[in-house]
């Protein structure tokens, strides 16, 4: 249902756009969030968009999240990428217009993309 792609390696200051594709469902009536696990550690929120955007506070000033309801696709632009940001990165779909970061408010979930930001 959920389809992410765009990951990949990148050099620490440099850049990346994940994408977030919904098939067989719309999603502009709910919220998107984008979470990130790295290996050994919890699965945390990045950051999501609703009614306004998100951003937990390590990614504030350098990652940007957009939604193009047209193409049912979320996006999350990352810039000045550190190597504390190399992660598997999920998107997933809120159960309703309301966002939250904690994991269990999700109701769908992509199979993740890989992001390695080399120092």
């Known amino acids: 249902e959920l389809a992410e792609s765009g990951g990949g390696l990148v050099q620490a200051g440099g850049s990346l756009m994940v994408s977030c594709t919904a098939s067989g469902r719309t999603f502009s009536s709910y919220a998107m969030a984008w979470f990130r696990q790295a290996p050994g550690k919890e699965r945390e929120f990045v950051s999501a968009i609703g009614a306004s955007t998100y951003y937990t506070d390590s990614v504030k000033g350098r990652f940007t999240i957009s939604r193009d309801a047209a193409k049912n696709t979320c996006y999350l632009q990352m810039n000045n990428l550190k190597a504390e940001d190399t992660a598997v990165y999920y998107c997933?779909?809120?159960?309703?217009?309301?966002?939250?970061?904690?994991?269990?408010?999700?109701?769908?979930w992509g199979q993740g993309t890989q992001v390695t930001v080399s120092s």
């Open positions: 997933a779909r809120s159960r309703s217009i309301s966002w939250s970061r904690y994991p269990n408010n999700y109701e769908y």
